[in-house]
Nanobody, 114 residues
Framework: QVQLVESGGGLVEPGGSLRLSCAAS????????MSWYRQAPGKERELVAG???????NYGDSAKGRFTISRDNDKNTVFLQMNSLKPEDTAVYYC????????WGQGTQVTVSS
């Protein structure tokens, strides 16, 4: 059974950092493209970052230069390091993978506020 569990969200001040984790189970995450999306209140869900099976990475415009996606294959986990956070980064962050169907985690709330 495919499961994705996000963690690491929280409240942080502008300019701060957070590291999100996505623990995968029921499949080998290194064999698939793993992605992070986010959804802010009243807005559409948007791509933050993705990492492919062979390590190819892409970022959404909002993440470029500030966020870094990585994976630990031994832990079957994907990470999102977020630096220089801004209030507009406030959103629920989701981990997702497509294995015949789309699977999403439950999300983790990130709030950037002073």
């Amino acid at each position: 059974q495919v499961q994705l569990v996000e963690s690491g969200g929280g409240l942080v001040e502008p300019g701060g950092s957070l590291r999100l984790s996505c623990a995968a189970s029921g499949f080998t995450s290194s064999e698939y493209r793993m992605s992070w999306y986010r959804q802010a209140p009243g807005k559409e869900r948007e791509l933050v970052a993705g990492i492919g099976r062979f390590g190819n990475i892409n970022y959404g415009d909002s993440a470029k230069g500030r966020f870094t996606i990585s994976r630990d294959n031994d832990k079957n986990t994907v990470f999102l390091q977020m630096n220089s956070l801004k209030p507009e980064d406030t959103a629920v962050y989701y981990c997702t993978v497509t294995i015949a169907a789309d699977y999403w985690g439950q999300g983790t709330q990130v709030t950037v506020s002073s």
